[in-house]
């Protein structure tokens, strides 16, 4: 069967970032089984062949009313799929899905019928309010980092900004790159309405939102991107880990250092 990526590079494009981001998931351990998700906005890339295709599943209910996705395109990880297979076939472990008119269903159009995650009204949630606000994000990334999940076992870490600093002063890259640093959500069940209301409400501060002893999400411009802002947290994370498994606690930069990086390179304080 053709695939709907074929003579679209733009959307082949964007499909071929998830399945990289996949595979590096994979490689990093944060994706065991089935773990983590990925969706992608790919609105801008349907033209109106695609507009046109009928639906390949039945009509399923997101199970709340999203106003701003009216007509909207995504890109979603498929239920129960592995990271790691779509690394390799992501139009086989994942599909695009069509928001229709009443912006409280959708149809999956293209390439196989997958039903996708079943984190999807969270992840279509997230989608709703960015464009709410006028966001250029397109991208949300779901994973389980495991150095900074277990960060997220010790309450001094779940205070206010404290992992941010932490994390930001391990190494001037982890600033330049995740510069809005890493939101706290208490522990919430898996996929409940909970955890989706509070991650939407940390993400009006943050870019990437640690899910206490769960994992983290990201949302960014696209996939890869969001990707590189987890990565730049974790890769601090695992610098801390190592001072201490030497037997020190790392004194990381100073305020005054802090501040001369943060002015070079034109970033908030
Ligand atoms: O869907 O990681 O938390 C897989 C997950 C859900
Ligand atoms: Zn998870």
Request: net charge negative; with cysteine; charged share 25%.
């Amino acid at each position: 069967m053709a695939s709907i990526l074929e003579n679209r590079p733009a959307l082949a494009t964007e499909v071929e970032k998830v399945a990289e981001v996949a595979g590096y998931l994979w490689q990093k351990g944060w994706a065991e089984r089935n773990g983590g998700n990925i969706t992608v906005n790919i609105t801008e890339h349907i033209d109106e062949e695609i507009k046109a295709l009928p639906a390949i599943s039945p009509i399923y209910p997101i199970g709340t009313v999203l106003p701003n996705l009216k007509g909207c395109y995504f890109y979603c990880k498929g239920t129960n799929m592995r990271m790691r297979d779509l690394a390799r076939r992501p139009m086989e472990n994942g599909s695009i899905i069509r928001i229709l008119e009443d912006c409280a269903s959708y149809v999956i159009i293209a390439d196989n019928a997958v039903k996708p995650t079943s984190e999807l009204p969270s992840h279509l949630s997230v989608h709703n309010y960015l464009i709410g606000k006028g966001s250029p994000y397109k991208a949300s990334v779901h994973t389980h980092p495991i150095e900074l999940i277990a960060m997220s076992h010790s309450p001094k870490y779940l205070e206010k900004d404290v992992a941010t600093k932490l994390l930001w002063s391990m190494i001037p890259e982890t600033k330049a790159f995740c510069p809005r640093g890493l939101g706290i959500v208490p522990y919430r069940l898996a996929g409940s309405v909970e955890l989706a209301d509070a991650t939407i409400a940390e993400l009006d501060d943050y870019d990437v939102v640690m899910w206490e002893k769960h994992g983290v999400f990201a949302v960014d411009c696209d996939v890869m991107q969001a990707f590189d802002q987890i990565d730049v947290l974790n890769k601090s994370a695992l610098i801390y880990i190592a001072a201490k498994s030497m037997g020190f606690e790392p004194d990381g930069m100073s305020e005054e250092q802090m501040r001369e990086m943060s002015m070079a390179f034109n970033l908030p304080k």
